[in-house]
């Protein structure tokens, strides 16, 4: 039962990360490869605001959250709109030169530096224990943020004019255009919020898992694109479904099996969802145009 909890912790972390990839997916059908990258300057605007600038731990994740935002949305101004309607192989090449820009450019010693930091923790950790399972203030905190942040995108998603537009351009980017909808702009806020549910979703990682560095976000990326394709990518519910998936048999398998074969067991399923269920737990089946 602890393993599970450790499990749901994590599979939360990565559902911010998942959030993003589905999002942006949903838009527009690009797979944003350096996404888990602004996770990982998302984990380094959290740790310079408590360690440097001594804020309180909730404007550190504001901080990361606004600062990832406009890099999430710098960057698709940047590299993925030029490219809007050129072939998609060219904006995945791109995705995946962007990414390996962060990294690199972050182990710059006048940036981040290429070393490991020991991430702070705001408070002190205290364990409770009910019914028998031992849960941290840690854990309670990473859960509580994720959920909360969660319920208030559902909430922008299906109740603000914003939200309809974003579904709107979602089906149709010319319909919506006719519309009178600014497809550009609600694709750069859909990069923008996605990118501010990874940066939130660094700090979590950093305070959880307490060591960063410039590459931190390659592996949890991976992970998260892998939950968002297992729950359905372009859907919602089917990221924080998947990443819960994908954070509870990471954690079982690295337990009861082997830790070295926990990166393995996630790739593992993304094989057996692609060639079992292609569409996800929750997609369904769609012809598309070629």
């Not at 559902?15 to 998302?42: C, E, K, Q, S």
């Not at 310079?48 to 550190?60: E, G, I, K, N, R």
Request: proline residues 4%.
């Amino acid at each position: 039962m602890q393993q599970l909890i450790n499990g749901i912790q994590l599979g939360f972390v990565y559902a911010l990360i998942a959030l993003g990839y589905t999002m942006v997916y949903g838009i527009v059908r690009l797979i944003n490869f350096a996404h888990g990258d602004v996770f990982m300057v998302g984990a380094y605007l959290g740790f310079f605001a408590l360690t440097s600038w001594h804020l309180p731990f909730p404007v550190a994740i504001i901080l990361a959250m606004v600062g990832c935002a406009l890099l999430g949305v710098f960057i698709e101004r940047v590299a993925y709109k030029p490219l809007r309607r050129a072939a998609r192989i060219s904006a995945l090449i791109t995705a995946i030169g962007v990414s390996l820009f962060l990294e690199y450019f972050s182990s710059l010693k006048f940036v981040f530096g290429p070393y490991f930091r020991a991430y702070p923790r705001p408070f002190p950790i205290r364990t409770f224990t009910i019914a028998g399972i031992t849960i941290s203030n840690i854990q309670i905190i990473v859960l509580a943020v994720a959920i909360l942040l969660m319920i208030a995108l559902t909430i922008f998603v299906n109740r603000t004019k914003t939200g309809l537009a974003m579904r709107a351009v979602s089906f149709d980017h010319d319909t919506a255009r006719l519309m009178g909808i600014d497809v550009d702009n609600i694709i750069s806020i859909t990069f923008g919020i996605g990118a501010a549910l990874a940066g939130a979703g660094g700090v979590l990682y950093g305070i959880a898992y307490p060591q960063i560095h410039p590459f931190m976000g390659i592996m949890p990326g991976l992970k998260a694109f892998i939950a968002a394709v297992l729950g359905g990518i372009g859907i919602i519910p089917g990221a924080l479904l998947g990443a819960i998936i994908m954070g509870i048999v990471e954690k079982l398998t690295e337990v009861y099996i082997s830790s070295t074969l926990r990166d393995a067991a996630a790739f593992g399923i993304l094989i057996l969802v692609l060639l079992i269920r292609p569409s996800g737990i929750l997609g369904k089946k769609r012809d598309e145009k070629v």
